[in-house]
Nanobody, 129 residues
């Protein structure tokens, strides 16, 4: 199973932007469905965005949770073996620990944490003035 590493979290003011990165070594992330999830204390981890693996009919297709649609963009750079989550127009409700997750056997990603076998350690995003 790939060991995933997230980076790019931090403190940002409302209306600001951040880009999170998810990478691994020894595995080709392009072959995995990858999802981003957010968790706040006392709540379940919830799906934010996901992207299909490469090489299938709907490769690079993406899904977003309604709250993030139009503000967040998930993308891949296969040369860098990295999946990004570009987050724009951030609000305090976007605060949380963001995790990336990967799954090798699905041709279509889902915003369902039960799908994913490999997880990163998370990166904190705090949106506050």
């Amino acid at each position: 199973q790939p060991q995933l590493v997230e980076s790019g979290g931090g403190l940002v003011q409302p209306g600001g932007s951040l880009t999170l990165s998810c990478t691994t070594s020894g595995y080709t992330l392009a072959q995995y469905a990858v999802g981003w999830f957010r968790q706040v204390p006392g709540s379940e981890r919830e799906g934010v965005a996901c992207i299909n693996p490469s090489g299938y009919t709907r490769d690079y297709a993406t899904k977003y949770a309604n709250a993030q649609k139009g503000r967040f963009t998930i993308s891949r750079d296969n040369g860098m073996n990295t999946v990004y989550l570009q987050m724009n127009n951030l609000t305090p409700e976007d605060t949380g620990v963001y995790y990336c997750a990967a799954e090798p056997y699905s041709t279509s990603c889902r915003l369902d944490l039960a799908l994913y076998a490999s997880w990163g350690q998370g990166t904190q995003v705090t949106v506050s003035s």
